[in-house]
């Protein structure tokens, strides 16, 4: 049976597998088509989906799967059992298409509603992050890899990672609500991994997420000693079938 470290690690191979297809595709010109919920997405979408898609069928036959572009034009299931994938082939469409580099392709397993073991690789630097007994990173799928940690929450310079589009006046009362200093706005799932490698403290998510968007990046952070809660302190649940895997506000957090 596979370990739940050696899980992270054929996770990372994957997301690294489809970061290479994908790459070459950023900063071209693509066609940018809307989904139904007017959300943007491009060839890099797709062709990501099918080779994840292909390969967690090879390494993981009759583990169900749910995909955010699958989804969005099938629809999800009413139901799901206890154990699954939840696949975003590119986090970050947005920043992709206007050329930023904080995209990511992301792959999470999710047991008994929690997520268990992950992979995220940020295509445009190079870089993944994934489970193994803890966090860890690489920087190719030949390279080391290297434990990644929270920090302590640093007094008087906390930094939070908030989104590009949040209003000026919002950060300042998040600022307020959860104590930090510095901010950093930035696209994607790569805020939890910031994160979870102790470049930043804290990412208020106050607005609509998908569970796919983010359990890859709850595993890396959890296994670095970081934590992704709602606002009232309950741990984020996986699996919300009859919610259609929508997610709460929520708060991920390094130290504490």
Known sequence: ??????????????????????????????TVDSKADMSPVTEADRQGEVLILKRLAERFPGVPVISEEDASEFGTPDAIGPRFFLVD????????????????????????????????????????WFTTSA????????????PVRVRRWPMGEAMALISHTMRVETADALAKQYEFHQRQPMDSSIKLCII????ADIYPRHGPTMEWDIAAGHAVLEAAGGTVRSPDGQTVAYGKANEGFRNGWFVARGDG
């Open 89 to 128: 082939p590119v986090d970050g469409t947005k920043a992709f298409v206007r050329g930023d580099p904080h995209f990511t392709v992301n792959i999470g397993l999710i047991e008994n509603n929690r997520p268990v073991a992950g992979a995220v690789n940020a295509p445009a630097l190079g870089q993944t």
């Open 1 to 30: 049976m596979t370990s739940s470290a050696d899980t992270g690690r054929i996770l990372a191979d994957i997301v690294e597998e489809a970061a290479a297809l994908i790459l070459p595709l950023w900063r071209t010109v693509l």
């Open 135 to 146: 966090g860890a990173m690489r920087r190719g799928p030949t390279a080391p890899e290297a």
């Open 196 to 199: 979870a490698q102790g470049d």
